[in-house]
């Protein structure tokens, strides 16, 4: 395998040539290496996330995968296109993006009909998923019938079933409550073993340290203003107050204001 996965090098892109969405971003990513995006809303990172997977061309700068270039050119080589689909899977922020047939079974073995996998090496996968997530129950049922831990556990199985070298997701925890999210980061954390190459974005810094090696800080500016291990960023409050992914709370006691950061909680709604 190539060195790097993914190399972006002055990476630019804008919305429609005038909103600014990336700026001059330089990411290298190895094989088997567990990054993590983070940034407050609209810094970037979906976005970062779709060019990835090639939904998205950039504007300017290099963006390559396995020392090739991501650009409508290799895209619409038939080949080069197949190839990356195999290999790069992409889990979306909003599971409704990805189910759209009739029956979560239809939609978790689409994706390895188009590819052209064998029936029989599919039903094979199938059923270890299905095993995996706990998902037996919903096989016949229809999407639309679905909580939203429930889609995710679908959507993240019509990814999983292709056996993707390289696992992009979008805020996968989102909205979850913590025994789901914790099925899923354990899932994460076992697909990394196995050697596949985990890309996340989040705004729950409650996980970023399970799953990442690395993590690139985002600021409203769209750029990246820091990166590094875990701990080394977790524990940097004032970069994370600056861009926005702790807030300040204060409380009075005994007539003295004490104030407290936190982290923002994007999916314990439910826990106190």
């Known amino acids: 395998m190539h060195n790097t996965v993914f190399s972006l090098k002055e990476v630019h892109f804008s919305y429609l040539g005038k909103f600014p969405a990336l700026v001059a971003v330089d990411i290298d990513i190895k094989p088997g290496e567990k990054i993590s995006i983070i940034g407050a809303n609209g810094s970037g990172k979906s976005t970062l996330l779709h060019l990835l997977d090639g939904l998205i061309f950039a504007d300017r700068g290099i963006l390559s995968f396995c020392g090739k270039e991501l650009n409508e050119k290799n895209f619409n080589d038939v080949e080069f296109s197949r190839n990356f689909r195999r290999k790069v899977g992409f889990v979306f922020q909003n599971p409704d993006v990805q189910l759209f047939c009739p029956t979560v079974k239809e939609d978790i073995v689409f994706g390895p009909l188009q590819l052209g996998l064998a029936k029989e090496q ?119 107050k600056a861009n926005n992914l702790v807030h300040i709370h204060s409380h009075r006691h005994k007539d003295k204001v004490h104030v407290h950061p936190h982290v923002h909680l994007d999916h314990h709604e439910g826990e106190h």
């Open 122 to 240: 599919m039903h094979r996968r199938l059923e270890k998923l299905v095993t995996i997530l706990g998902i037996q129950d919903l096989l016949n049922r229809s999407p639309n019938q679905l909580s939203i831990g429930e889609k995710r556990k679908a959507a993240l199985a019509s990814t999983l079933i292709i056996e993707p070298e390289i696992l992009i997701l979008d805020e996968p925890t989102a909205g979850l409550d913590p025994q789901t999210s914790r099925h899923i980061i354990d899932l994460l954390i076992e697909e990394n073993i196995s050697g596949k190459t985990i890309i996340t974005s989040t705004h729950d810094l409650h996980i970023v340290e399970e799953i990442s090696d690395l993590v690139y800080v985002f600021s409203s500016d769209k750029k990246i203003v820091k990166y590094g291990e875990p701990e080394g960023i977790l524990n940097d409050t004032a970069l994370l």
